[in-house]
């Protein structure tokens, strides 16, 4: 008969059960961190990847609104026109391959994930 880990104390086996739990945590406050979210998209019957801005908590990885103090100023550009000031968006292309190197990437199913997975980070 193997005793080994009824000897360990029981505080120790009560850590280890809330380690693994971790990420579930609510309290705490989130600390977010602003990345690029891929997700696949149906575009005229294709499967396409589009890519956009958002924050995600480095604690326990919920996914959040875009930052305010964004490092991607090119996000809105103000475009004047001969009918008024309008505001066009960068394009999904264009905000990967900008900024993919500078922020995380994280890979979700942005309709059903409300979190992404920490150890999914792609560091290219
Ligand atoms: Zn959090």
């Known amino acids: ?3 080994a880990y009824d000897e360990i104390p029981k505080y120790l086996k ?5 380690v693994s739990k ?4 609510s309290k ?3 600390q977010y961190a602003e990345c690029l979210i891929r997700y696949k ?3 005229h019957e294709k499967d ?6 958002r924050s995600y908590c480095v604690i326990c990885g919920k996914i959040h609104d875009r930052m305010k103090n964004s490092i991607v ?3 809105k550009i103000k475009v004047v026109t001969l009918h008024g000031t309008v505001y066009q968006f960068i394009s999904d292309d264009d905000l990967y391959e900008k900024y993919h ?3 995380p990437v994280f890979f979700v199913d942005i309709w059903n994930d409300n979190y992404v997975n920490l150890n999914d980070e792609n560091t290219n």
């Open 1 to 3: 008969m193997n005793n």
């Open 14 to 18: 009560q850590k280890e059960s809330n």
């Open 22 to 25: 971790a990420h579930k945590k």
């Open 28 to 30: 705490h406050k989130h």
């Open 41 to 43: 998209c149906k575009w």
């Open 48 to 53: 396409e990847i589009s890519t956009c801005l």
């Open 73 to 75: 100023k090119d996000y």
């Open 101 to 103: 190197d500078r922020l």
